[in-house]
């Protein structure tokens, strides 16, 4: 079946400091990839998202390529600001799944501190 | 602005008291809605499917009595945590595919509620 493996957390970084987040997916069919946010209290909020191989997904400073040889999803900021604390979830929905599922990793805790 | 509207954002109830969420669409219709619970520090775990019109597909270890799903309406669904323990308390969140103009996404979420059972 399909799954999402993400780099767990916390992730504690200061201020303007270069972001990584792995995750890695197994899928049978043919996935898109996402990447959500959920700040403290709330829901989940659509950060990016990529439908094909190579493609590039990117959002308010955040990126993440498509890649299907290692298939990987990375989500990456060039500088974190204190507002970009909150729980980052990689996600894909399979071709092969009706109805739009998705299939969520476990999620990483991004703590920026001043 | 938010497309799924979920409602009460917080609850706090006593043990034993059947608590109502609702989740609506906005602008757009959904035939389907998820549902998902969320421990603390964990992932989202999808409990149900919700379907207009008949019955909810409930995801294995999910009790179909404690967690009563109506999908009254292409807009609404709405999960009823009966008699409701402490172990119930969590954060539960709804989500619906988008359609048309809103079909960018597999899935929109709604802000979640906070479920806190004395």
């Known amino acids: 079946g399909d799954s999402v493996t993400q780099m767990e957390g916390p992730v504690t970084l200061s201020e303007e400091a270069f972001l990584t987040i792995n995750c890695t997916y197994t899928?049978?069919?043919?996935?898109?990839l996402f990447w959500y946010v959920q700040y403290p209290g709330e829901g989940l909020q659509l950060l990016l998202k990529a439908t094909k191989a190579d493609d590039k997904g990117s959002n308010k400073g955040f990126e993440a390529t498509y890649r299907k040889e290692t298939t990987s999803f990375h989500l990456e900021k060039g500088s974190v600001q204190v507002s970009d604390s909150a729980v980052y979830f990689c996600?894909?929905?399979?071709?092969?799944?009706?109805?739009?599922?998705?299939?969520f990793g476990g999620g990483t805790r991004l703590m920026v501190k001043p | 602005g938010a497309v799924v509207s979920q409602h009460p954002s917080w609850v706090i109830c006593k043990s034993g008291t059947s608590v109502k969420i609702e989740c609506r669409s906005l602008d757009f219709q959904a035939t389907t809605m998820f549902w998902y619970r969320q421990f603390p520090k964990q992932s989202l775990m999808l409990m149900a499917t919700?379907?207009?019109?008949?019955?909810?597909?409930?995801e294995q270890g999910v009790e179909k009595d404690k967690f009563l799903i109506n999908h009254a309406s292409l807009t609404l669904s709405t999960l009823t945590v009966t008699s409701a323990h402490p172990e119930d308390s969590s954060f539960y969140i709804c989500?619906?595919?988008?359609?048309?103009?809103?079909?960018?996404?597999?899935?929109?979420f709604g802000d979640g509620t906070r479920l806190s059972i004395l």
């Open positions: 996600a894909l929905s399979d071709s092969n799944n009706a109805g739009n599922m998705l299939t």
């Open positions: 899928a049978t069919g043919y996935p898109s």
């Open positions: 989500s619906a595919p988008g359609t048309g103009l809103f079909s960018n996404q597999p899935q929109h």
């Open positions: 919700s379907n207009e019109g008949s019955k909810a597909t409930y």
